[in-house]
């Protein structure tokens, strides 16, 4: 079967925007580079839940919940209603920070649209086909909106994936509900009054990160199934005056190309990005970075000082305020501390789940490195086109070493392997307390789904 999009005009241009991404979300035709994108997130993302099953903040949001259903809370015993496998699964996927990453937003798209898409085809009984239209229609209008107004989502103070992710889940469990292009346009819609997110966490390390990608999944289900019962939303929800942009990222003016032009020609979400290390999405290439300093036989009290070109758009996320970033007051702050992920990056060789414990973030040699990383904006630095890494090292013989990761290893210049994916889901698994053969177990049936058997997640369940 020939899965290429063909080039068709989804809408005329005089369409509100909603109603042209309502229009592909109904007629999307799948390319197959994009259909094993979505494979491989639906890997990436069962991996991640499961590895973070017995944290105390997916323990909480599962104690929050309130239903009983037929959708799997992964990695649980229980079953629970689309809203709160959705909100479950997402906060789980997302609370690690080892998700996806959209390299040109940054946004993560899957640990929004795989929940979202799940947990509607669970509580519905559909296919896995159209689960795989419905992730991937999410997944490249999330891309593509990141686009559209480039770091000022950010800048308002707002997450992007959080806000962003809302009408894109919408759009997609609506694609995979099989909606009209009206009823979808509507879900877009409302989910514009759903998205909500704010990056307040910074402060503190605390978890309302985490919680951004299921609440975002939660919304896009609300919106679809309300649209399907025939509620209303703005058809100018995405341009509109008082509509979505000017609401997140009043700053820029909106360039609507990105998202429009050759959507359903071309799919951006092939492109996704997978972590090879679970912390912040610019920090990977510093960590590289850190370990190939470290492999040059340099030792931590050889470095005087830790020198970083960087760029402007990262710094009040990842680099400041510098001392708090140099001594992060616990392990999920730690993610967010690009002094902390170099300095247990060359330490340690590496920035997996087990370099942010407790434990880790607070040993004295590793915060001793931090304390020694610092920055310098580089104004030619391509963020957020290009993720880019560099560290110049003063060492006390006073020589300078001085290493450049020319972007994210996982990316698109240099992209995981199938093989590297599917590793790291067992590893997540096993780090989460599964036996290999149940992790293979699930694999095949995430594998059967992506084919477009049936949707069973049952061997997930506990």
Known sequence: MNHQSPIVPFATRDEPVALRLANFAAHADVSEKARETVRLLLLDVAGLCVAARDTDYVRAALASTASQGKASAIGHAIALGPYDAALVNGTAAHGEDFDDTFEGGPIHAGAVIVPAVLAAAEHRALAGEAVVRGIAVGCELMCRMSLVAPQAIHK???????????????????????????????????????????????????????????????????????????????????????????????????????????????????????????????????????????????????????????????VHRLWEPLALKQAPPNAYAAKFSTPYCIAVGFMDGGAGLGQFTEERVAEAGVRALAAKVSYVVDPQNEYPRNFSGHIKAMLKDGSVREIRQPHMRGGAHEPLST??????????????????????????????????GRVDLSVSRG
Request: aromatic letters at 8%; one cysteine or more.
């Open 156 to 314: 308002a103070c707002f997450h992007p994936t959080a806000v962003i992710g809302a009408p894109a889940a919408a759009a997609a469990v609506a694609s995979t509900l099989g909606l009209p292009p009206k009823a979808i346009a509507h879900a877009i819609g409302i989910a514009g009054s759903l998205a909500s997110g704010i990056i307040e966490y910074l402060a503190d390390g605390s978890w309302t990160k985490r919680l951004h990608a299921g609440a975002a999944a939660q919304a896009g289900i609300r919106a679809a199934f309300m649209a399907e019962a025939g509620f209303l939303g703005p058809a100018s929800v995405i341009e509109g005056q008082h509509g979505f942009y000017r609401a997140f990222a009043p700053s820029r003016t909106p360039d609507f190309a990105p998202l429009l032009d050759s959507l359903g020609e071309s799919w951006i979400l092939e492109t996704l990005a997978f972590k090879p290390y679970a912390c912040g999405t610019m920090t990977q290439p510093f960590v590289d970075c850190a370990i190939a300093l470290a492999r040059q036989g340099v030792g931590s009290d050889d470095i005087v000082s830790l020198e970083c070109e960087v760029g402007e758009g990262t």
């Open 419 to 452: 093989a590297d994916i599917l590793r790291k889901f067992h590893d997540n698994a096993a780090f989460g307390g599964w036996q290999p053969d149940r992790s293979q177990r699930l694999a095949a049936d995430l594998d059967a789904i992506a084919a477009g």
